[in-house]
């Protein structure tokens, strides 16, 4: 099984939309798998159906509620004061633990039925918050694992991994999702999406929003300079 088409994690965030345009210019056919874990700013699912559908890409929605029953994290549970949520005292509240690697074996489990042999996620290790799971080593050693033990020659793309978040908006351009980005997709942990600033919606004030709108700046920083490529 070889084939030229790929699966997209997509949440509806700014990286994950991204991601989705990159594939759809890079593969054949492209589908999205979006995730819903009862996540604090929901929002971002309702904005993933839209994205989905301005993209013209099928979309799954799998329900992984039960997530919050196993793990706590400030993502999922709605108590804020829960600052060491996890089973690590140095992961941000917000880290879920095993997410991507849930996400990732969901993935393979849904390309083995279509027979698509590629799998895109919008991990990044430059803008590096501590989550483990967003490391090329694990998504590399995921990879060999899965492959070798399930007899599979599929290939996991990470476009954004060495990326900062101001290429990230670089990279929207160029695959022509700048737009969307902006309107559409969305970060904010606290799902404010009544206040619009440049750099698309948001409390502005939470950690995703501090980072998309330094993003922006270097991007329009960059811009300006003739620096993007
Ligand atoms: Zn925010």
């Not at 084939?3 to 594939?23: N, R």
């Not at 902006?182 to 919606?201: A, I, M, N, V």
């Amino acid at each position: 099984m070889n084939s030229q088409d790929a699966i997209v994690i997509f949440s509806g965030g700014q990286d994950s939309t991204t991601c989705l345009y990159w594939a759809l210019s890079n593969f054949h056919h492209v589908a999205a798998l979006t995730f819903a874990y009862d996540q604090k700013h929901r929002c971002e699912l309702d904005q993933s159906r839209v994205i989905a559908r301005k993209a013209n890409v099928p979309q799954k929605i799998i329900s992984l509620d039960f997530m919050k029953e196993l793990v706590s994290s400030e993502l999922i549970n709605q108590q804020k004061d829960n600052k060491k949520g996890t089973d690590n005292n140095n992961m941000p509240s917000t880290y879920v633990p095993m997410r991507n690697q849930l996400f990732l074996t969901l993935a393979y489990a849904w390309a083995t039925t279509l027979q698509y042999s590629h799998i895109v996620i919008g991990v990044c290790e430059t803008d590096y918050s501590g989550y483990y799971d967003c490391r090329d080593d694990f998504v590399k050693g995921f990879q060999a694992f899965t492959n070798l033990a399930y007899h599979l020659n599929f290939k996991i793309h990470t476009p954004l991994m060495h990326l900062s978040k101001g290429e990230t908006f670089d990279l929207a351009e160029k695959v022509g999702c700048l737009d969307i980005v902006l309107e559409h997709s969305h970060s904010c942990y606290e799902g404010d999406r009544t206040q619009r600033h440049d750099w698309g919606y948001g409390c502005g004030l939470c950690a995703a929003c501090q980072l998309r709108k330094r993003g922006w700046k270097e991007y329009c920083h960059n811009k300006e300079n003739g620096k993007n490529g």
